[in-house]
C-alpha cells in the first residue's frame, strides 16, 4: 500500500515544481526575497520526488496528504509564491 501512496506524493510533487517553474510574471513586480523562496520551494520539492524515485522508502497516508496540500496551495495561488505569502487585510 505505500507504493501508492509513494506514487500519489511523487506526482503531487512533480506537478507542483512544474506549476512553480512554469509560473509567468504578466506584468507583476520581482522582489528578490520572493524569488529565492520559489527558487527554495523548486529545491525542496524537486530533491524531495528525486529521493523518493530512487529510495522506496515507507510513506504513509500523512506524507502523500502532505505533498497534496502543499500542490493544492500552490495551484491556487497558480505558482505566484507571493500570493501565498501575502495576508489579507480586512
Known amino acids: 500500500m505505500h507504493i501508492t501512496f509513494a506514487l500519489i506524493a511523487l506526482a503531487a ?10 509560473y509567468r510574471r504578466n506584468g507583476a513586480r520581482h522582489r528578490h526575497h520572493v524569488s529565492w523562496l520559489a527558487w527554495l520551494l523548486v529545491v525542496v ?5 528525486i529521493e ?3 529510495h522506496a522508502k515507507h510513506v504513509g497516508l500523512f506524507d502523500a496528504g502532505k505533498s497534496m496540500l502543499l500542490a493544492l496551495f500552490v495551484f491556487t495561488s497558480r505558482g505566484n509564491v507571493a500570493r501565498l505569502l501575502r495576508s489579507e487585510s480586512r
Open 52 to 54: 523518493l524515485a530512487l
Open 13 to 22: 510533487q512533480l506537478a507542483a515544481v512544474a506549476c512553480l517553474l512554469l
Open 45 to 49: 520539492l524537486g530533491g524531495s520526488s
